[in-house]
């Protein structure tokens, strides 16, 4: 289901599936006029799917996984849930992790880009959430 703010969909365990997902969630920032927010809310939203489909799901495409992405007035939810165990994600934030290590880049992304995230407690769903800082208008 989508509205004029918010996303709401069961997307199969796929990755193909994850680039839908991706320019649905485009169009919502730039028809509210926050095209700004395209490319770290893109590399949010592909880190979390990807790690849904791969990790989550083991990449068998029969099984789905919730997305959620809502634009509020001052914040940009993003919230993915799949099927799986989940993981230690207390464990996993305790690490240090580097670029080119094979695991861990997904913390390193949320770290830099949201300004909050939130695992459930089994680790297989995450809430994501983005500030949205307001422009100052002009005063002329």
């Given at each position: 289901?989508?509205?004029?703010?918010?996303?709401?969909?069961?997307?199969k365990?796929?990755?193909?599936?994850?680039?839908?997902f991706?320019?649905?969630?485009?169009?919502?920032?730039?028809?509210?006029?926050?095209?700004?927010?395209?490319?770290?809310?893109?590399?949010?939203?592909?880190?979390?799917?990807?790690?849904?489909?791969?990790?989550?799901?083991?990449?068998?495409?029969?099984?789905?996984?919730?997305?959620?992405f809502?634009?509020?007035?001052?914040e940009?939810?993003?919230?993915?849930?799949?099927?799986?165990?989940?993981?230690?994600?207390?464990f996993?934030?305790?690490?240090?992790?580097?670029?080119?290590a094979?695991?861990?880049?997904?913390?390193?992304?949320?770290?830099k880009?949201?300004?909050?995230?939130?695992?459930?407690?089994?680790?297989?769903?995450?809430?994501?959430?983005?500030?949205?800082?307001?422009?100052?208008?002009?005063?002329?």
């Amino acid at each position: 289901m989508s509205s004029g703010k918010s996303l709401n969909l069961n997307i199969k365990a796929d990755l193909k599936e994850i680039d839908n997902f991706c320019m649905e969630a485009e169009k919502l920032l730039r028809n509210n006029s926050l095209g700004e927010y395209v490319f770290p809310v893109q590399l949010l939203l592909r880190e979390a799917l990807t790690n849904a489909v791969v990790h989550g799901c083991r990449k068998q495409s029969k099984l789905m996984i919730k997305c959620y992405f809502n634009i509020l007035e001052n914040e940009i939810r993003m919230e993915i849930k799949d099927p799986g165990d989940g993981f230690d994600w207390k464990f996993a934030q305790s690490k240090d992790y580097t670029l080119s290590a094979d695991s861990g880049r997904g913390l390193l992304i949320f770290n830099k880009y949201a300004s909050e995230y939130i695992y459930n407690k089994a680790g297989n769903g995450v809430l994501i959430k983005m500030i949205i800082v307001q422009k100052e208008k002009d005063h002329e």
